[in-house]
């Protein structure tokens, strides 16, 4: 089984790796926000801004990704923050409140006086056991005391939720998304707790074999691969298997993925499964092992398989240093 890994990382390790990339970015947003909308956006040409909006004390468990781009009449910045609690956020509208806020004060440093704000469009994505049910507009925190004679002295700041729960495979197959954003999706609300993600990994398998042809095939692979054996109880060579059908890149990624994991401790289970994931190990990095060598694996102890492993892990550059008494 695998070892929770605190405050939410594996989550919010993949969502930068897979969404600090503009294009997908881009193709999220093209999905959630409204058609007229974005037909006056840019999306084409998103710029990551640098630096972080979230408070400190808040940075564990929240990421923020802020782009600028440009529309049909002027400059805009696109503010695209993850949720990464499992339940909804009462508080959620004065945060985003405050992160605009912060936002506008920023951009004010370095625009002229006089010029006007530039509109910021909130989203915020969530994934969660249950659906996202906080307010979505600061207007619902206030007290209803005075709200019907204060009129239009009640403030009104809205985010857009795109929540996770609420979509099947189908939807998400509609959306256009691209292949890694649609992944990445996928198995922020499949994989964590499975038992075995492989059961359903190949009804998205023209999706990884698209990841697999981009530039930054291997960095997302890993991430992927990563966040599945973090989050679910998979044994790590069902993974590698599925990924050896994706081709020897993919095949690659996982064992690499799996051995550094299985070294840290969190990729675990029963003594024949360790022993076919060092089997696999042992065999990408020494080319095909013969029936000896692995009738030798197969029936290691969990003690033995250990040791070898860590020494696969070290460095050893034989199998005789890996078997050696």
Same mark, same amino acid.
């Given at each position: 089984?695998?070892?929770? #890994?605190?405050?939410?990382?594996?989550?919010? !390790?993949?969502?930068?790796?897979?969404?600090?990339?503009?294009?997908?970015?881009?193709?999220?947003?093209?999905?959630?926000?409204?058609?007229?909308?974005?037909?006056?956006?840019?999306? /084409?040409?998103? %710029?990551? &801004?640098?630096?972080?909006?979230?408070?400190?004390?808040?940075?564990?468990?929240?990421?923020?990704?802020?782009?600028?781009?440009?529309?049909?009449?002027?400059?805009? +910045?696109?503010?695209?923050?993850?949720?990464? &609690?499992?339940?909804?956020?009462?508080?959620?509208?004065?945060?985003?409140?405050? +992160?605009? *806020?912060?936002?506008? @004060?920023?951009?004010?440093?370095?625009?002229?006086?006089?010029?006007?704000?530039?509109?910021?469009?909130?989203?915020?994505? $969530?994934?969660?056991?249950? %659906?996202?049910?906080?307010?979505?507009?600061? !207007?619902?925190?206030?007290?209803?005391?005075?709200?019907? /004679?204060?009129?239009?002295?009640?403030?009104?700041?809205?985010?857009?939720?795109?929540?996770?729960?609420?979509?099947?495979?189908?939807?998400?197959?509609?959306?256009?998304?691209?292949?890694? !954003? %649609?992944?990445?999706?996928?198995?922020?609300?499949?994989?964590?707790?499975?038992?075995?993600?492989?059961?359903?990994?190949?009804?998205?398998?023209?999706?990884?074999?698209?990841?697999?042809?981009?530039?930054?095939? @291997?960095?997302?692979?890993?991430?992927?691969?990563? +966040?599945?054996?973090?989050?679910?109880?998979?044994?790590?060579?069902?993974?590698?298997?599925?990924?050896?059908?994706?081709?020897?890149?993919?095949?690659?990624?996982?064992?690499? *993925?799996? #051995?550094?994991?299985?070294?840290?401790? +969190?990729?675990?289970?029963?003594?024949?499964?360790?022993?076919?994931?060092?089997?696999?190990?042992?065999?990408?990095?020494?080319? *095909?092992?013969?029936?000896?060598?692995? /009738?030798?694996?197969?029936?290691?102890? @969990? @003690?033995?398989?250990?040791?070898?492993?860590?020494?696969?892990?070290?460095?050893?550059?034989?199998?005789? /240093?890996? $078997?050696?008494?």
């Amino acid at each position: 089984m695998t070892t929770p #890994e605190p405050n939410g990382q594996p989550h919010d !390790a993949l969502f930068r790796l897979v969404f600090g990339d503009p294009d997908n970015t881009a193709s999220e947003l093209r999905s959630v926000l409204p058609p007229r909308l974005t037909a006056r956006i840019n999306l /084409d040409n998103l %710029r990551p &801004q640098p630096g972080t909006f979230v408070d400190p004390e808040l940075q564990h468990r929240h990421i923020d990704l802020l782009f600028r781009t440009t529309t049909d009449n002027g400059d805009a +910045y696109l503010y695209l923050l993850v949720e990464h &609690q499992r339940t909804s956020d009462p508080a959620m509208a004065l945060r985003m409140m405050t +992160y605009q *806020t912060r936002i506008w @004060e920023h951009h004010r440093t370095t625009a002229a006086a006089d010029a006007p704000l530039p509109p910021i469009i909130p989203v915020v994505i $969530f994934q969660g056991p249950r %659906r996202w049910t906080a307010a979505t507009d600061i !207007a619902d925190l206030i007290d209803d005391n005075l709200k019907a /004679d204060a009129g239009d002295l009640v403030p009104h700041v809205s985010y857009l939720v795109d929540d996770l729960t609420t979509l099947d495979d189908a939807a998400l197959r509609a959306r256009p998304l691209t292949p890694a !954003a %649609r992944i990445t999706f996928v198995v922020f609300t499949k994989a964590p707790g499975d038992d075995d993600v492989t059961t359903w990994l190949g009804k998205w398998f023209d999706d990884f074999i698209h990841v697999t042809a981009l530039w930054n095939h @291997e960095s997302l692979l890993k991430g992927i691969f990563t +966040y599945l054996l973090k989050t679910s109880t998979t044994p790590a060579e069902h993974l590698i298997q599925f990924a050896t059908t994706l081709g020897s890149d993919a095949q690659e990624a996982a064992v690499t *993925t799996a #051995e550094q994991l299985h070294a840290k401790g +969190y990729v675990t289970g029963h003594v024949d499964g360790q022993a076919s994931l060092l089997a696999n190990m042992l065999a990408l990095k020494f080319g *095909t092992l013969n029936n000896t060598t692995r /009738d030798r694996v197969a029936d290691a102890t @969990e @003690e033995q398989i250990t040791l070898w492993s860590s020494r696969l892990v070290q460095g050893a550059n034989t199998l005789d /240093d890996i $078997f050696r008494n």
